[in-house]
């Protein structure tokens, strides 16, 4: 989308850079709404129908941008001049930003959830579908983007902008047809209840009784529970929020059929609890954005163009479908691991063997961070060699140097999304309760739209300080001229000092259910074998 903007719209690399960081922020921000719109109200599958709706207009109004001369600025292909957008142009070209953000953010909130729905069973033998749906639901969304970053890509900068946008548009309409003919067989669950507010209710209960003596050795007596629910006792995390849930006095604060008589003065011990779950990850869930900015970044595409992408004597690759390789890394990595990997160390150890889902998050912070070291380095060899061989005022020119010295940064970052994007999913999953599944699915989306926008800032911070220090900018639109070598390096020290970041926030949170319940799977598992 860079090029296209760059290209046909004739925007500088910086402000076209920031325009795809601002779309991607609402595109991943609006899931965690509709999530909350789902969960508390309508329901997964009308989100689910309404996003393929709006996916499928805001696909049909960016293919006529490219699809009507007088919908783009003028450019002239022999010079590479392009006639500044006028108003009404830029409003059409982010109207249709605008849409598809919409009805991304509506699928992305529920489709995980909603899938896992129609695997839900209240029986205990489902309960290795539901664990390998994760790692099945993105491999097909890898395979879906795999297939835009190659095909579609090719057919863009082969065929055109009109046909690279029209296949999208024809493929959404059967996406959308299929979707809707197979609704009879869905189950439709709906909320009973909106979490929100009890969360809501939670804090106001507790500030309320915020001068109350809050109990060491309490007993269940004392706390308003929900009838059937398992929780009997508040946990000693985040005592504060205890109070909520506290009786004061039974006759005043509970109805006859021992309901809160007032909500908002008097929560259940759940209540309180899911609070404290959705809190406490807070913390974890932060450790993502940097981890989204540092992935974000347009300039990996202009870097790949500017160099001999040639992979034999008459097939050059798309510098776009270069990324595809943490792709293709991300679908052969879930699956050797979750069929082959898993499977085996279980074996050999006798018992049920893995990689918590924290383990993994930080493996991936990790890799993503040397990524930024490789790119640095291969960035400082490509600016020299350019240097060296005339094109400093070239920005077009493409160096005598191959595009696949940037492999090692995608199979290091494919790595990152086989560790982390999933392990961050179910994480959020297992973590928060199952009224919420929906808003634990959507929390991966908002990191990345916070991501985008820190990615935003940091990009515009560094080209005026660059700038107005050294006289030129890192991030010039002449990526000859400018240094996104040391643009790379400030990620790479921003990344590192994150990683750094997550292993406290990790030891803080402790064990997660996940890994609390791991003793007792392994004996589980020790007496079915014997």
């Keep these: 989308m860079i090029l296209y903007l760059t290209e046909v719209y004739g925007m500088k690399s910086a402000q076209a850079s920031n325009v795809i960081f601002l779309w991607s922020a609402a595109t991943n921000f609006t899931p965690i709404v509709c999530a909350f719109l789902a969960d508390s109200y309508f329901g997964r599958f009308p989100m689910v129908a309404a996003g393929s709706i709006f996916s499928f207009l805001g696909t049909i109004v960016l293919w006529l941008t490219a699809m009507i001369p007088q919908a783009r600025p003028f450019c002239d292909e022999i010079s590479g001049y392009c006639d500044a957008p006028s108003t009404p142009q830029l409003l059409l070209l982010y109207s249709s930003y ?104 939670v804090v106001f209960a507790a500030y309320k009784k915020r001068h109350m003596q809050i109990p060491f050795v309490g007993t269940s007596e004392i706390y308003h529970q929900e009838n059937g629910s398992s929780c009997a006792l508040p946990s000693d995390k985040l005592r504060f929020f205890n109070k ?90 879930i699956t050797l691991y979750d069929r082959l990997i898993l499977p085996l160390a279980s074996k050999c150890r006798g018992k049920p063997t893995r990689l918590s889902a924290k383990t993994r998050i930080g493996i991936g912070i990790l890799c993503c961070t040397l990524s930024l070291a490789v790119s640095a380095i291969v960035e400082s060899d490509r600016r020299a060699l350019a240097i060296k061989e005339g094109f400093s005022d070239n920005p077009n020119a493409v160096v005598s140097m191959s595009a696949f010295w940037t492999l090692p940064r995608y199979i290091l970052l494919g790595i990152e999304e086989g560790f982390s994007v999933i392990a961050q999913v179910e994480f959020f999953y297992n973590e928060l309760p199952k009224a919420m599944s929906s808003v634990a699915t959507s929390l991966l989306g908002l ?61 803080s949170y402790g064990p997660s259910k996940e890994e609390s319940a791991g003793r007792s799977s392994a004996e589980d598992y020790k007496n079915i074998v014997n």
Excluded at 104 to 115: E, H, K, L, R
């Design 244 to 333: 909520a849930c506290i009786i004061r006095n039974s006759e005043e604060e509970l109805t006859p059929d021992g309901k809160a008589s007032n909500p908002w003065s008097l929560s259940t011990v759940e209540q309180v609890e899911n609070l404290k779950a959705l809190m406490r990850i807070i913390p974890l869930w932060s450790t993502g954005i940097l981890v989204s900015a540092s992935l974000n970044q347009s300039f990996y595409v202009l870097q790949v163009a500017s160099m001999d992408r040639h992979l034999t004597s008459s097939f050059e690759v798309p510098a776009g479908s270069f990324s595809m390789m943490v792709l293709v890394l991300l679908i052969i990595w």
């Design 98 to 201: 605008a849409i598809i953000s919409i009805g991304s953010g509506c699928v992305q909130a529920s489709y995980i959830a909603f899938g896992a729905d129609q695997l839900y069973r209240k029986n205990k033998s489902n309960s290795g579908i539901l664990d390998s749906y994760f790692n099945t639901c993105y491999i097909s969304a890898a395979l879906g983007t795999l297939v835009g970053m190659s095909c579609i890509v090719y057919i863009q900068d082969r065929i055109g902008w009109g046909m690279g946008f029209g296949v999208p548009v024809a493929l959404m309409l059967l996406a959308t047809i299929t979707f809707f003919l197979a609704s009879p067989l869905y189950l439709k669950s709906m909320p009973s209840e909106s979490w929100c507010a009890g969360l809501v209710q």
């Design 447 to 507: 990191n990345s739209s916070v991501g985008n926008l820190a990615a935003s800032f940091i990009m515009t911070t560094v080209d005026n300080l660059s700038e107005a220090v050294g006289g030129r900018s890192w991030v010039s639109s002449n990526i000859n001229e400018g240094h996104s070598d040391y643009y790379y390096w400030l990620l790479f020290g921003l990344l590192f000092a994150n990683f750094l970041y997550f292993l406290a926030c990790s030891k």
